[in-house]
């Protein structure tokens, strides 16, 4: 052990104590000092002298790891030091936004998991050269930072009782510190999770595990995959894609091209950080129940993460749908799969869309979520692919142009009763596991061979907002012979899904809500239709039309429980302007700041009115506050 008996000795040795090494401690580093006399056992009494302040030193004598002294009044050099040491941590990463320090979680290959039907089996006895669960992004919690720290680095604080520099665990400001600068210099950027080989933006593969620098993602292998050919011909796209669309023989596709949009969600998913953009949804639809809409969704996963998809119902309230959302954007899954759409209390369907839906389907690598349990709405990353399944699925909105639907419709009356002995390919789903390297290996031959080609014009045409998806996947799916993608795009349902159906009942019997034509406030409009003190037997029969049109104007509208101002407000701000037949909804006034809303004809100018001022105030409060 190094003294400094000298007083006039000004510097402390940047080196470790002798015999302190790694995390070990003697019995000299745990032992106290006996009370009262200042001093630790067996040691001459000596006058030592204050360590210098100075920037925290770091040395990697006698360990590993390197060392960091701890002085007073130099905790922001001290935290760059750590910084530093953090930075060499292989399971450590800084997702930018949010600003948050993670790390990627895996099961442990001998742990149980679970099939896609729930059904726990050991890993040993899963029929696939699958090697564990899927894994998963934690953000990092202080505990967490406490264990990488003293992984990386030894903390050293100058004992006075010791005369030495002793190993100390990290003081919690620190850690704190570290935690608040929500940018770490050296720690590795954090995009996404990849377990099969993919590509970048300019073609080149991704098959080396761990971090790749050039893209963000980090590529934890799920199995063995074969090497991709460096240029694979046309020819051999064509057997690739023959390959994968065998497997799906036996669904009973509405058109051809379907078969494609199942295909390309599966190469989305494969080479998604080949895609610099967002890319759209795709719809798994069926006509009757029991067709094999979730047999595709778990095919899908099944071919490009190696395991059946989980299972996530898609929320009623958009809301709750914002933070499902930041959920997955947390967790940063490659695939979010909601299955299975069902029906809101009195039978209506639910609508796939909404405002949140449509804002991670358009982001560009970020979107502001809510997150649950927390104020405010944080910038998150996105880079999953969403696939949704559902029976005659509703397409809402915004949501129809950003979605491709693969539709099967079952010739029996009864499909799920179908002689499982009739299909080539049976049990699908264990088949596709044993052949999961292979058949990553065929999509991205498809997609390499396109590129090899250098990309030739391929007239697939694009999707808005989506070019650089449009750009790799359709035209590949074409190159190799198959039907183009883009043909089975969403579309509304003899014009009721976009709403304009509905919007042209609202404008033509809206006399019977306002014959004078003064203009409603959205607050006025919901009482006459929703009156608070009826019941929903007791309402005026005269506007059941129009409930019924307001019901499906509304996202995920709930029978039986009246809207509030705000829903019925969103109605007319997100329709104001277009024009439905030769009429418009428009504002026409304002009644002490709030919006008055009337039809007016396509050409006319909206018109300035003096409404009764025997509204009570609570109802313009309201409506102030909400849907104003």
């Known amino acids: 052990m190094a003294t400094h008996d000298s007083p006039g000795d000004p510097e402390i040795a940047g080196s470790a104590p002798a015999g302190v090494t790694g995390s070990a401690r003697t019995m000299r580093d745990q032992r106290s000092p006996r009370r009262g006399t200042g001093r630790s056992p067996g040691r001459p009494r000596t006058r030592v002298p204050p360590p210098s302040p100075g920037v925290a030193e770091l040395s990697g004598a006698g360990d590993e790891r390197p060392r960091v002294k701890i002085f007073a009044g130099e905790g922001p050099r001290v935290i760059d030091r750590v910084v530093e040491a953090l930075a060499a941590d292989p399971d450590l990463y800084q997702r930018c936004p949010p600003g948050e320090l993670i790390r990627v979680i895996r099961a442990a290959d001998n742990e149980a998991h679970f099939d896609g039907g729930g059904v726990e089996r050991e890993a040993s006895r899963v029929r696939a050269p699958m090697r564990a669960r899927q894994p998963f992004v934690q953000v990092l919690p202080l505990p967490a930072l406490w264990e990488h720290v003293s992984n990386a680095v030894v903390l050293l604080k100058y004992s006075k009782q010791e005369a030495d520099w002793l190993p100390t665990d990290p003081p919690k400001a620190h850690l704190e510190a570290i935690m608040s600068r929500q940018r770490w210099n050296g720690i590795r950027d954090f995009a996404g999770i990849v377990e099969t080989p993919t590509m970048r933006p300019d073609g080149s593969i991704i098959d080396t595990p761990g971090h790749d620098a050039r893209t963000g993602f980090v590529y934890i292998p799920a199995a063995d995959y074969a090497p991709i050919p460096e240029r694979p011909s046309r020819d051999d796209a064509r057997a690739a894609l023959a390959e994968l669309q065998d497997y799906f023989c036996d669904f009973p596709f509405a058109r051809p091209e379907h078969l494609s949009v199942v295909l390309a969600a599966a190469m989305s998913i494969i080479v998604r950080p080949a895609i610099d953009g967002p890319v759209p949804a795709f719809v798994f639809d069926a006509a009757t129940p029991g067709t094999g ?100 699925v509703d397409v809402l909105g915004d949501t129809v142009r950003r979605t491709l639907m693969a539709r099967v419709e079952a010739k029996e009356e009864r499909p799920d009763e179908r002689d499982p002995r009739a299909f080539k390919h049976h049990p699908l789903l264990d088949i596709l596991r044993t052949q999961h390297p292979r058949l990553v290996w065929c999509v991205l031959v498809i997609v390499r061979a396109y590129i090899a080609a250098e990309r030739p014009d391929m007239s697939t045409g694009t999707i808005g907002g989506y070019d650089k998806w449009a750009e790799l996947i359709p035209p590949a799916l074409v190159h190799a012979g198959a039907p183009n993608p883009l043909l089975a795009r969403a579309e509304p349902d003899d014009g009721a899904s976009d709403g304009r159906e509905h919007m042209g009942v609202i404008l033509q019997q809206w006399k019977e809500l306002d014959p004078e034509h003064k203009g409603l406030l959205a607050q006025q409009v919901k009482e006459l239709l929703w009156p608070a003190d009826r019941t929903p037997k007791e309402y005026d029969k005269r506007y059941d039309g129009l409930r019924s049109a307001f019901a499906a104007l509304i996202p995920r509208f709930q029978a039986g429980t009246p809207p509030t101002t705000d829903q019925v407000g969103k109605v007319f701000r997100r329709w104001k302007g277009r024009v439905v037949g030769a009429l418009k909804i428009a504002q026409v006034g304002e009644q002490r700041g709030v919006k008055l809303w009337a039809p007016v004809a396509k050409a006319a100018r909206p018109i300035s009115v003096d409404a009764d001022e025997d509204v009570e105030r609570e109802a313009i409060q309201a409506e102030a506050s909400g849907a104003g």
Do not use: M
């Open 293 to 392: 809409k979730t047999l595709l969704l778990d095919a899908v996963s099944v071919i490009a993460c190696g395991r059946p998809a989980s299972r996530t119902t898609f929320p009623r309230d958009e809301e709750e749908l914002e933070k499902v959302l930041a959920g997955y954007a947390i967790k940063a899954p490659p695939l979010v799969p909601f299955d299975n759409l069902g029906v809101q209390p009195g039978g209506h369907p639910i609508a796939f869309g909404g405002g949140p839906l449509d804002k991670v389907l358009t982001a560009h690598g970020a979107v502001d979520l809510r997150v649950l349990g927390k104020t405010g709405q944080p910038t998150l990353q996105w880079y999953s692919v969403i696939i949704a399944t559902g029976n005659n």
